[in-house]
């Protein structure tokens, strides 16, 4: 809902302030006083772009603000236009950009005038319209359509991808199997290089460790080695023992020297015994270390790194084997999902088809209500190929429009008069009724090129409108005007100043010259009380029920 609105200096507007009333608000006045400054005004807020032109002769910017209820929550909007062209927005205080006001206010607000061309107009909208009112079983084909239109694209991705990955597998299969092959002939075992290399000292200098061994062993245990002077030493304490603790205890150490000294000995033996010899046995080392340090080169830089290679290029390999009953499978899942997808779209089909005529019918005897006589429509449900099944359906919907008996029906588009345009959506805006979740609508001179019982039935039919949405209408009507709940009349003050423009509420007396004005151009007696015969009419009609 518009709450309020506060422009200042654009066009003639110096400075006001307006506050349109909940249901039907009427905005009149004479021609020129400034109503379509107005409705420009709250274009600027809907996002439009502006005009440095628009800016007051003498002013340095134009400055609109909008207060609004928009699902429940206040919002205020704030948009700037200087003379050079230059415009800043803010909403709720913040800084925001032309887009920002358009995504946040565009949605809650309908703008319609004779020379827009508004939603109506582009085809694409009018699928929504459709379903909005059918209602509860488009609401529900829809989104039988919805869920299975998202598990076909699902399905088809995954097959896409697992064919993608097929193909790469595929391309890299010769390599995978070059590099499985060649490492598979290796077999290298973990940690074989760091045991190869440990016995690699020992195949070298095998020789000269073999005779080192072997003189220590004499060292250690030939006759006069170490092991005799132990034993001696050991036998000169012996001869004491238990004399001197002291001594007893040295004794000890050398006993536990001699056990070292016998453990070593052992070990040199063996080790002397172990040294091996063959030249042939370095040969294959130096070679097992070469085939395992060329692995390392390609795959490493450690063996470990060469074995998660050979083990990887097996993996896929083995996966890209499995791959072809795997794509099968995805092949069936397309399949299972697109027959879905074709039948709820059947489904979605059957139901527009079905309530179409009858939409066709309501939309003719709304505009035949509004001075379009003779004039009837149609809604094209034009099925589209398969890979162009859109979010809002599996065909194109778009509403025609046969001006008059034997004439050829036409897009929407195509309607010349701006008035017409008008007329046809407030006749589709009627046919909605409560359907329609865009809660402000604004008709700019809607009444043109209509007068007497016609014009009434366009104020009949706003005011109608008025019960499910808040409807500001500039008219020229008195018998429109007559309708509203509010009365909101924009003169022009010519003064040394110059001219501005100034919004005032009319109601009683004020209200009834208003509409003498609008009947007959001026405020006589008779024109007066033609005024107040229109008001008590409407007045005393039964309450519009919205349709």
């Known amino acids: 809902m518009l709450e309020e609105l506060h422009v200042k200096d654009l066009a003639l507007i110096e400075e006001v302030s307006l506050e349109p009333g909940a249901r039907m608000t009427a905005l009149t006045g004479e021609t020129g006083a400034g109503k379509t400054a107005l409705v420009g005004a709250l274009k600027l807020l809907l996002g439009e772009r502006a005009d440095s032109g628009d800016v007051r002769h003498g002013s340095t910017e134009t400055l609109v603000e909008g207060r609004f209820l928009v699902d429940g929550a206040e919002l205020i909007a704030k948009r700037r236009v200087t003379a050079d062209g230059r415009s800043r927005c803010a909403i709720d205080g913040s800084m925001a950009s032309v887009g920002d006001l358009a995504s946040r206010l565009g949605p809650a607000v309908d703008l319609h005038g004779q020379h827009e061309h508004q939603a109506l107009l582009r085809s694409a909208t009018h699928v929504g319209y459709l379903d909005r009112w059918i209602g509860a079983d488009a609401e529900a084909a829809l989104s039988v359509y919805h869920e299975a239109r998202g598990g076909y694209a699902d399905a088809r991705d995954l097959r896409a991808e697992l064919a993608e990955r097929l193909a790469e597998a595929e391309r890299q299969s010769g390599y995978l199997r070059f590099v499985a092959d060649e490492i598979g002939a290796a077999d290298p075992c973990e940690g074989e290089d760091d045991e190869l290399t440990a016995r690699l000292p020992a195949l070298q200098h095998g020789e000269k460790l073999a005779a080192a061994a072997a003189a220590a062993v004499e060292g250690v245990r030939d006759e006069g080695g170490a092991s005799d002077a132990l034993a001696r030493a050991r036998a000169s304490l012996d001869a004491v023992a238990g004399v001197d603790p002291a001594l007893d205890a040295i004794a000890a150490l050398l006993a536990d020297v001699d056990a070292a000294l016998e453990d070593a000995g052992a070990e040199l033996r063996r080790y002397r015994d172990g040294i091996e010899h063959d030249p042939r046995a370095l040969d294959e080392v130096m070679q097992r270390l070469s085939t395992l340090s060329g692995l390392k080169k390609k795959y490493g830089p450690a063996l470990d790194d060469v074995l998660r290679a050979r083990d990887a290029a097996l993996s896929t390999l083995e996966a890209f084997e499995q791959g072809e009953s795997g794509l099968a499978e995805a092949d069936e899942r397309v399949a299972a999902s697109e027959t879905a997808y074709r039948a709820a779209a059947d489904k979605l089909i059957a139901v527009r088809a079905a309530a179409a005529p009858a939409f066709a019918e309501a939309l003719g005897e709304a505009a035949a209500d509004l001075a379009l006589a003779g004039a009837s429509f149609d809604v094209a449900l034009e099925e589209l190929d398969f890979d162009r099944w859109r979010e809002s359906g599996p065909h194109a919907v778009e509403f025609l429009y046969r001006p008059a008996p034997g004439t050829p ?113 001026d405020a006589g007696a008779s024109a007066l009380a033609h005024a107040r015969d229109l008001l008590e009419q409407t007045a005393s009609e039964p309450s519009p029920t919205a349709i």
């Open 409 to 521: 029906a036409r897009p929407l588009v195509r309607i010349a008069s701006g008035g017409e345009v008008s007329r046809v959506m407030l006749a589709l805006k009627s046919v909605l009724g409560a359907a329609d979740d865009v809660p402000i609508l604004v008709f700019d001179e809607i009444d043109a090129g209509i007068g007497g019982a016609a014009a009434s039935a366009v104020g009949r039919r706003l005011a109608r409108l008025a019960q499910t949405h808040q409807v500001v209408v500039v008219t020229h009507l008195a018998q429109v005007a007559a309708y509203a709940d509010r009365h909101l009349v924009v003169s022009k003050d010519v003064s040394g100043r110059g001219a501005h423009t100034e919004v005032r509420v009319v109601e009683g007396e004020q209200r009834v010259a208003e509409i003498a004005r609008m009947l007959s151009g």
